[in-house]
């Protein structure tokens, strides 16, 4: 008989494993410029700049010492992003995946597998300046969109906590002065894909305006039980006024509903004979599940009736001072978050969440051909209330609401310089201290007694600290070519794992970044080569699997799993051999290798096939374990003997070896000033491992995925109509997993999408 602690802890499992499995999601490595419209190509073939705010100033993209890659709405729109997981189709070395409508950011392995309130992202994702804490609010944002930047490494300095593996910085169309216009896009496509989007910008005086854009989507899901699908609508208003040249405000605000049946997640390997899109609910599917292990057959059938129910809304303010000495920012925002959905793994569950975020920075900037600095101040609060509900008891799993109400409070002040030695060498340092206190409170109820039964409350408290720093140094060999080097470092702050006490508390993570690299645009401006190296060595590393809590429950816990070295090198080309000829070459290779990786499971629960890592134990309870604990424990302080895995050597999960793409565009030249533009893009990742778990069902191996696109544009860019098919070849792959090794090896995974097709139309007026 199993015990209600351990029931309970497999409930948590359970419920949660369906949500870190849950992701339709791909890795594509396309192309990682901005697009021809995007890059406002002017003087025939020439590559016009590109303007980018990354180090918190506006600055040329080809002088900015970091890699970065631009994403303009031209390309966001071509590529069909509506949710942050298509986001990765435009940038080599990052993989995004869509668990239970939570986005999961990785970048060269660096992210965050958990998406439980308790954890913390490994990549910040800001919009318009603003952090967004909570995975479950990153979708929603993609329209109206003026750039996407993708910052690769750590942040530390600039961004703060949390920015390990680099940052994400949406930036939305402003509002803008004098200017009278309308603009409408349509898309109908397969899988009853409609989409319709448009902003409308009205000036207010000479010295006001105001900006409002929707967007509203409906796509049917393409795993067979109607899952996978995107439904959504959202809307955004902005005002800008600016009362005299010095002064600047900003006023935003955006609501987003998200809704449908959300993410779900397909068996690997398949059963036998069926579709790769079969969904765990079928009859077939369900009767695989009994199968699996001595658990297996008192598993819950998994049913269809999934659903997810989001609502966001956020406001935010932007304050620009011109001052004598410098130039004051002050951004406050407020966030709400209400995500409620139901899933399916083994048993019902239904959760909710609610998280109010509060923060705000306020900082002094200053820009001179001899001195360039920035220093500021940011504060953060994030409160979360996280209720689980486990229904249809009677089984392994009773009636039990569990509710963890985590907080994080953060303090930080941060500064950095740029400093020209002479006209051509310019010296850069920064420095960024954080403070963060996180607490958590939680409580069990059996929901089958009348009234419920609270059956425990547990909480605790932790703070950390940390300071990160950037060193560097720019060179101009001429114009336009530079040299850059730059030593950076990242901090993940530690926290809980969703367990009762004793909390099972994990360490801060951290992260030293060594880059070396090149910007150069040659042939008058023809053809532009960025070039970059790299060396991560990354620390205390935060992976989640199926795991054992320090009363050997069964949970989904959050580890220190050792550390790890990562290198490589980056390539982005773009070439424009003839103003109607544009070709793109970009890539990222990545050699990744854990230094040490230890994970424990006791004996009773360790089935044949559940981890490719070799094994050394039992090691009896007080026994010295061969790695410490996050307290610097090596004693086994459990009741049960454990096995020990050593992962060590392995390939950091979630990242290929190389990942690239090309694509070439050609336009020709029609009747009346219009253009037909006619593109295709090949992308290739090699294989990489889904998962921890290093078993055979957790590799990914390489593929390929081809998309096409025709537009016909109107002269003036009036009016455009285009046809599109992603995925063409129809190639099955997928992005994470997770597997629950007491059930015998089982296996779900993110699938990506099928081939998809459409047409899309686009209007414009005013001016």
């Known amino acids: 008989m199993i015990s209600y602690s351990r029931a309970r802890t497999l409930a948590i499992f359970l419920a949660s494993a369906s949500i870190y499995a849950s992701g339709a999601?791909?890795?594509?490595?396309?192309?990682?410029?901005?697009?021809?419209?995007?890059?406002?190509?002017?003087?025939?073939?020439?590559?016009?700049?590109?303007?980018?705010?990354?180090?918190?100033?506006?600055?040329?993209?080809?002088?900015?010492?970091?890699?970065?890659?631009v994403l303009g709405g031209g390309d966001l729109e071509k590529a069909g992003v509506t949710d942050v997981a298509a986001l990765q189709k435009l940038a080599p070395g990052v993989s995004i995946s869509n668990g239970g409508g939570n986005g999961q950011i990785y970048i060269r392995g660096v992210g965050d597998y958990s998406v439980s309130p308790l954890s913390s992202p490994g990549v910040a994702f800001n919009v318009d300046g603003v952090y967004v804490g909570r995975p479950d609010g990153l979708n929603g944002n993609f329209y109206d969109l003026a750039r996407i930047e993708v910052l690769k490494g750590p942040q530390g300095t600039l961004y703060g906590r949390n920015a390990n593996g680099g940052s994400v910085n949406v930036i939305t169309n402003d509002a803008k002065l004098g200017a009278r216009t309308f603009d409408l896009n349509l898309q109908v496509g397969n899988y009853d894909m409609r989409q319709a989007s448009g902003a409308v910008n009205l000036p207010i005086g000479r010295t006001a305006a105001l900006r409002g854009a929707f967007n509203v989507v409906h796509r049917n899901g393409y795993i067979s039980d109607g899952s996978n699908d995107d439904i959504q609508q959202s809307g955004r208003l902005r005002f800008y006024w600016e009362p005299s040249p010095d002064v600047s405000l900003r006023l935003n605000g955006d609501y987003s509903h998200l809704g449908g049946k959300g993410n779900n997640a397909v068996y690997l390997p398949r059963r036998p004979g069926s579709s790769p899109y079969e969904a765990q609910s079928s009859a077939a599917a369900n009767a695989y599940l009994d199968s699996f292990g001595p658990l297996g057959p008192l598993l819950k059938d998994i049913a269809p009736d999934t659903y997810r129910d989001t609502t966001l809304y956020n406001v935010s303010a932007q304050l620009d001072w011109n001052l004598p000495f410098a130039t004051l920012t002050v951004l406050p925002a407020y966030r709400y978050l209400d995500s409620?959905?139901?899933?399916?793994?083994?048993?019902?569950?239904?959760?909710?969440?609610?998280?109010?975020?509060?923060?705000?920075?306020?900082?002094f900037g200053n820009s001179s051909s001899a001195l360039t600095w920035v220093v500021g101040g940011y504060y953060f609060n994030e409160s979360s209330s996280d209720g689980l509900i486990l229904v249809d008891g009677g089984n392994i799993l009773q009636n039990y609401r569990i509710i963890y109400s985590p907080k994080s409070i953060s303090y930080a002040a941060f500064g950095q310089t740029t400093i020209s030695v002479t006209d051509a060498l310019r010296i850069i340092g920064g420095i960024r201290y954080t403070h963060e206190k996180r607490s958590l409170s939680g409580s069990i109820t059996d929901q089958a007694q009348q009234p419920p039964a609270l059956l425990e409350n547990f909480g605790g408290r932790k703070s950390f600290s940390g300071a990160t720093y950037k060193l560097g140094a720019e060179f101009d060999l001429s114009p336009q070519n530079m040299l850059y080097v730059t030593y950076s470092t990242g901090f993940k702050s530690g926290g809980f794992s969703q367990t009762i006490e004793p909390l099972n508390v994990y360490k801060p993570e951290k992260l030293g970044a060594f880059e070396i690299g090149s910007r150069n645009r040659f042939l008058d401006n023809r053809l532009q080569v960025n070039v970059s190296a790299f060396h991560w060595t990354y620390k205390a590393i935060q992976d989640s699997r199926v795991n054992f809590d320090a009363l050997n429950n069964v949970n989904f816990i959050t580890f220190n799993s050792g550390d790890a070295t990562l290198?490589?090198?980056?390539?982005?080309?773009?070439?424009?051999?003839?103003?109607?000829?544009?070709?793109?070459?970009?890539?990222?290779?990545?050699?990744?290798?854990?230094?040490?990786?230890?994970?424990?499971?006791?004996?009773?629960?360790l089935q044949p096939g559940s981890t490719g890592c070799p094994l050394s134990g039992p090691y009896a309870p007080g026994a010295t374990l061969p790695y410490a604990d996050p307290s610097g424990s090596t004693t086994n302080n459990g009741p049960l003997p454990v096995i020990v895995g050593d992962c060590k050597g392995f390939q950091v999960a979630r990242v290929p070896k190389f990942t690239g793409a090309a694509s070439y565009q050609h336009a020709f030249t029609m009747p009346n000033d219009a253009s037909l533009t006619v593109g295709g893009t090949l992308t290739y990742s090699t294989g990489k491992w889904l998962s921890i778990d290093f078993i055979k069902a957790a590799r990914q191996s390489s593929y390929a995925v081809v998309d096409a696109d025709l537009?016909?544009?109107?002269?003036?860019?009036?009016?455009?109509?285009?046809?599109?098919?992603?995925?063409?070849?129809?190639?099955?792959?997928?992005?994470?997993?997770?597997?629950?090794?007491?059930?015998?090896?089982?296996?779900?995974?993110?699938?990506a999408a099928p081939r998809t097709y459409g047409v899309r139309a686009n209007f414009r007026f005013g001016s």
């Open 25 to 69: 999601s791909a890795q594509i490595a396309p192309v990682a410029n901005v697009s021809a419209a995007d890059q406002n190509v002017s003087g025939g073939a020439e590559i016009s700049d590109i303007i980018v705010t990354a180090q918190r100033r506006e600055q040329n993209l080809q002088k900015a010492s970091l890699t970065i890659q």
């Open 340 to 363: 409620n959905y139901a899933n399916h793994f083994a048993e019902r569950y239904e959760s909710q969440v609610v998280t109010r975020q509060r923060s705000l920075e306020a900082r």
């Open 567 to 605: 290198y490589g090198g980056t390539f982005d080309i773009v070439a424009r051999p003839t103003e109607a000829d544009t070709i793109s070459l970009t890539g990222e290779y990545v050699h990744s290798r854990y230094d040490s990786f230890f994970f424990r499971t006791p004996v009773p629960f």
């Open 711 to 751: 537009t016909y544009r109107a002269a003036g860019d009036r009016w455009s109509i285009g046809v599109f098919a992603r995925n063409l070849t129809k190639t099955v792959y997928y992005n994470g997993g997770i597997q629950a090794s007491f059930v015998g090896g089982l296996f779900t995974a993110d699938i």
